[in-house]
């Protein structure tokens, strides 16, 4: 049996590893944690037994561990800590936002696989983080479909023969939209997104394509590719996940219906392959799929966040505060769809960047960042 600690389980990320895990023999969730959702947190303690749960607030905490004695409860950023001190096989990274990147540092020198669907961990510390995973030899295995897609084509990830990653994307729901007409979207237009059924804040960012800017970030991270050999290709049918080019001009795919479950359950068992969830079927009959090339001026933000993975440092960290930022006031109605960006470039352009920049440094700026721009 293994045992899995899920990190942020309330969300869309964690809600779907909790249905992958119900249908994959073999595998039992041995801790939770969540932020505010503690309705849902209930019900998944009720269901999956966990032995420890983390929560936000030691509040929480009190009043959990009087109706479910049998679970030892933690709370907060140390909660998380002693969390990845338990027993486990496999770290599910689930959490939003930068709560679990320290966790994450920590949880490299168990050794145990990490499965990580957090995007900040490579976006903002993915020098650090997979220098240290090399050292510990800890296997970080992406939950992304498109970097679960790469590392299904590559096999492995040092393979040689390996020339450029094709990573693509859906183009969001303004794909086909002028700059003017996004001008007067909403966020219910932004959240409605043509394939994929994600969280707000990361569809916003599917709309702005900001998120493929971060996946090739992470692309460079986890596979060690040069920015210059990771494509971006836009495929609206969202069927071919991703591709890798071989040095002989060969291709290869990975295809399915866009649903989580599927890199969610392969990074869980990793580098098997097991019967499981399998929701619906892929059958290829009749399907259609195009593939064209990125608007880098409809879509500014893609070519930004490559440019900021490019200069590395602490600029990916700036990017992503000053984004997070911008989509949030987006939801709130503060502000308008294409002042995302304008929000974004105004940051980069006036911060100077910090190479190998430490832990803490990077941590300190997206305070700084975020406190800056929350007060505007
Ligand atoms: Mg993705």
């Known amino acids: 049996m293994k045992n899995v600690i899920i990190l942020g389980s309330t969300g869309s990320i964690g809600t779907q590893t909790l249905e992958v895990i119900e249908k994959l023999e073999g595998y039992k969730v041995s801790a939770l944690s969540c932020g505010k959702n503690i309705e849902l947190l209930k019900k998944q303690i009720e269901k999956f037994s966990p032995k420890f749960v983390c929560t936000q607030t030691s509040d929480d905490a009190d009043i959990l561990s009087k109706i479910y004695p049998q679970t030892k409860f933690f709370f907060g950023n140390k909660g998380l800590l002693e969390l990845i001190k338990t027993e486990y096989d496999v770290l599910v990274v689930a959490t939003s936002g930068i709560v679990s990147v320290k966790a994450v540092l920590k949880a490299i020198e168990n050794k145990k696989t990490i499965a990580l669907a957090n995007k900040e961990t490579l976006v903002m510390a993915g020098d650090i983080v997979m220098k240290k995973a090399k050292e510990y030899k800890t296997p970080i295995i992406p939950i992304d479909s498109e970097h679960s897609a790469i590392l299904q084509c590559l096999n492995k990830t040092d393979n040689p023969y390996a020339q450029r990653l094709w990573i693509t994307a859906s183009g969001g729901p303004f794909l086909n939209n002028t700059r003017e007409e996004m001008q007067s979207f909403s966020a219910k237009d932004a959240l409605n997104h043509p394939r994929w059924n994600m969280g707000k804040k990361i569809t916003v960012d599917c709309a702005t394509l900001v998120n493929k800017g971060l996946e090739v970030i ?159």
Do not use: W
């Open 218 to 376: 992470e692309a460079h991270h986890l596979y060690d590719f040069d920015y210059d050999n990771i494509k971006v290709v836009i495929h609206p049918e969202s069927l071919v996940h991703s591709f890798v080019e071989f040095t002989d001009g060969s291709f290869l795919a990975q295809m399915g219906l866009p649903s989580m479950h599927i890199p969610i359950q392969y990074a869980l068992t990793y580098p098997e392959r097991k019967k499981g969830i399998k929701t619906n079927s892929f059958c290829p009959y009749g399907r259609q799929m195009n593939f064209f090339e990125p608007d880098f001026n409809k879509f500014p933000l893609l070519k930004i966040t490559i440019e900021c993975g490019k200069q590395g440092g602490i600029m990916p960290a700036i990017l992503n505060a000053a984004n997070e930022i911008a989509v949030y006031k987006f939801l709130e109605g503060k502000i308008n769809f294409l002042d995302i960006e304008k929000i974004v470039l105004k940051e980069i352009e006036s911060t100077k960047n910090t190479l190998n920049p430490t832990i803490d440094e990077i941590f300190e700026k997206d305070k700084e960042i975020r406190l800056k721009l929350s007060q505007l």
